[in-house]
C-alpha cells in the first residue's frame, strides 16, 4: 500500500529571506553613525551661536559635522562595492542603504545647511529681512529633503529593471548633493554672517534640490573594475590623490564636489552638439 505523499507548502515569491549579509550591512551602519553625529554636532554648533558664544567655537562643530558627512559618502560608497563584490547583495540591503542615506544626506546635510547658513544670520542680525530669508530657508531645505527621498525611491525602481544602465546615475545621487553641501561648509568654515551670501547659499541648495530628480545623467563609476589589472602609475596616482585631500582638503574636495555636480549638465549641453549618428534605414521585405 502506498503511502500518501506528505503535502508541502509551495515556495512564496518574494519572501524575506532569515539573516543579513553582515559586511556590506556594517558600512551602512557606519553611514547612519555619521549621520546622526553630523545632526548633533550642527545642533551644538546652533546651540553655541543661539548662547552668544560666537561664530568662532561654533564653526568648530559645524566643521566636524560636514566632515562626518564626508565619511559617510565613503561608507556609502563601500558598502555597495563590497557586496556586489562578495556577491552579499541582496534586497533588504538595497532598503536598508536607502534608508539610511535619508538620514545621513538627506535630513543632515540639510539641517547643517540651514543651520550654517541661514541661522547664522538670525543671530547676527535679527533683522525683518533676514526673517524672510529664515523663512525661505525652511522651504529651500525641505524640498531638499523631498527631493532626496524621491530620488532615492526612483532609484530602488530603476535598478530592478533588467535595461537599467549602470554606468550612469538618472539625476544627481543624493550623497554628491550632500558632499557639495559638506564640502562648501568645510572649505568656508565659519557660518554666514551676510543676507547676500545667505541668499547665494540657498541658491545653491535650490539648485541641488530639482537636480537630483531631474533626467540629468552623471557617471556612476560602477563600470569600474578593481578586480582587473592595471599599471602601476595607478596606485601612485590614487596615492596623490589621498595624499592631497588629506593634505589640502578644503581646496580638494570643494573641487571634486563641484566638478561632479558640473559634470552632468556640461554633458548635457555638449551632447546637444555632437553629430548623432544617422539612424539605419528601414529594411521592408520583398
Not at 70 to 96: K, M, P, Q, V
Not at 98 to 125: H, K, N
Not at 239 to 258: D, K, N, P, Y
Request: contains cysteine; positive net charge.
Amino acid at each position: 500500500m502506498d503511502l500518501p505523499e506528505p503535502k508541502t507548502k509551495p515556495a512564496k515569491h518574494g519572501r524575506l529571506r532569515r539573516g543579513i549579509y553582515i559586511l556590506p550591512s556594517l558600512f551602512t551602519v557606519g553611514t547612519l553613525i555619521c549621520g546622526y553625529y553630523a545632526i548633533l554636532s550642527t545642533l551644538k554648533g546652533t546651540q553655541m551661536l543661539a548662547a552668544g558664544i560666537g561664530a568662532g567655537l561654533s564653526l568648530v562643530a559645524f566643521d566636524t559635522a560636514a566632515k562626518a558627512i564626508g565619511w559617510a559618502i565613503l561608507f556609502d560608497g563601500l558598502d555597495g562595492r563590497i557586496a556586489r563584490l562578495t556577491n552579499s547583495t541582496s534586497d533588504f540591503g538595497r532598503e536598508f542603504d536607502s534608508l539610511a542615506d535619508v538620514i545621513t544626506f538627506g535630513v543632515a546635510p540639510a539641517f547643517l545647511a540651514y543651520a550654517w547658513g541661514v541661522r547664522a544670520l538670525d543671530e547676527v542680525y535679527g533683522t525683518q529681512l533676514v526673517q524672510h530669508l529664515r523663512q525661505v530657508g525652511w522651504i529651500v531645505t525641505f524640498a531638499y529633503v523631498i527631493c532626496g527621498a524621491a530620488r532615492l525611491a526612483r532609484f530602488n525602481i530603476d535598478t530592478v529593471k533588467p535595461s537599467s544602465d549602470r554606468r550612469h546615475f538618472v539625476g544627481l545621487p543624493i550623497p554628491a548633493a550632500a558632499g557639495v553641501i559638506a564640502s562648501l561648509v568645510h572649505w568656508a568654515k565659519y557660518p554666514v554672517n551676510d543676507w547676500v551670501f545667505g541668499i547665494a547659499w540657498l541658491g545653491i541648495i535650490a539648485v541641488l534640490a530639482p537636480l537630483m530628480v531631474s533626467r540629468v545623467r552623471y557617471y556612476s563609476f560602477k563600470a569600474v573594475d578593481l578586480r582587473r589589472r592595471r599599471p602601476y602609475v595607478t596606485i601612485v596616482v590614487l596615492g596623490l590623490v589621498v595624499w592631497a585631500i588629506w593634505a589640502f582638503s578644503e581646496q580638494v574636495l570643494v573641487t571634486l564636489a563641484l566638478t561632479y555636480l558640473l559634470s552632468g549638465p556640461i554633458a548635457r549641453l555638449t551632447s546637444r552638439f555632437r553629430p548623432h549618428p544617422p539612424a539605419p534605414e528601414e529594411v521592408h521585405a520583398a
